[in-house]
Nanobody, 123 residues
Framework: QVQLVESGGGLVEAGGSLRLSCAASGSIFSIRTMGWYRQAPGKQRELVASITSGGSTNYADSVKGRFTISRDNAKNTVYLQMNSLRPEDTAVYYC?????????????????WGQGTQVTVSS
């Protein structure tokens, strides 16, 4: 019913920047919270940043001051601007959306994930 497509990952040197994008599509009525998570090899998936439909943001301590999350509600898209990247930021980054979608005459809540995009920061 809902698909999330991420883009913008890649290889960058330490100190560099990348911008991730995630576009949601499908039978969407509204999107409440959108967020970015990451998972490094051998580690659990962790929250990087999240943003509500009203624009309230939350960041992991490790990225505060370096990463900025934003969203375009009209496009159902969330962004993650990553500056001053460090080797420890290397991970697969996943987009997540807390969605209210419609099917027929009814609305249902759903939690959706993107396929992941690799971010590699070289030292």
């Amino acid at each position: 019913q809902v698909q999330l497509v991420e883009s913008g990952g890649g290889l960058v040197e330490a100190g560099g920047s990348l911008r991730l994008s995630c576009a949601a599509s499908g039978s969407i009525f509204s999107i409440r919270t959108m967020g970015w998570y990451r998972q490094a090899p051998g580690k659990q998936r962790e929250l990087v940043a999240s943003i509500t439909s009203g624009g309230s943001t939350n960041y992991a301590d490790s990225v505060k001051g370096r990463f900025t999350i934003s969203r375009d509600n009209a496009k159902n898209t969330v962004y993650l601007q990553m500056n001053s990247l460090r080797p420890e930021d290397t991970a697969v980054y996943y987009c997540n959306a807390d969605v209210l979608y419609y099917r027929g005459s009814y609305y249902y809540p759903g939690d959706y994930w993107g396929q992941g995009t690799q971010v590699t920061v070289s030292s």
